[in-house]
């Protein structure tokens, strides 16, 4: 007995469909053979530092000496609470008082203490650098560490 064509084609479908089914029924099975759960589980997942704050260096001349400042968003439009590490002391004193982050509409950015003084005062450089304006006596740049633009 010879079997039709459209016999043949509901037999080949009717396997497929087997086959598929058999197919996601291991694919969502608990075991994943591919991942190694020893090198895994050794992977650091959290390295203390988020992409998602913003963390600025200043350098120094030279770009020796550096320290981190992190403004945070603090709902005044273009101001910023600003938190510097301890580091800043020692590359320019007056950092150490700087508690926030102001964005003027020329471009420059203010880093200002508690009573709204300006210490620093930068202005867009090269690139994504900014470099201190005022007071003239301190030379200082700043950018920032581990942000990717693209």
Do not use: Q
């Amino acid at each position: 007995m010879k079997l039709a064509n459209s016999a043949w084609l509901g037999l080949v479908s009717a396997a497929a469909i087997v086959a598929m089914f058999l197919d996601f029924a291991t694919y969502t099975s608990d075991e994943d053979p591919s991942i190694d759960i020893a090198t895994t589980a050794s992977i650091a997942t959290d390295d203390g530092k988020s992409l998602d704050i913003p963390t600025f260096v200043i350098r120094g001349p030279g770009g020796g000496v550096k320290c981190m400042a992190f403004p945070k968003e603090n709902g005044m439009p273009g101001h910023n609470a600003l938190s510097v590490d301890s580091s800043c002391a020692g590359l320019y004193p007056p950092l150490a008082n700087a508690r926030t982050w102001h964005n003027n509409e020329d471009g420059t950015i203010d880093l200002s203490d508690n009573l709204g003084r300006t210490i620093v005062e930068f202005s867009p450089g090269d690139g994504l650098d900014y470099i201190s304006v005022e007071p003239r006596s301190v030379i200082l740049s700043m950018s920032t560490e581990g942000v990717s633009l693209f």
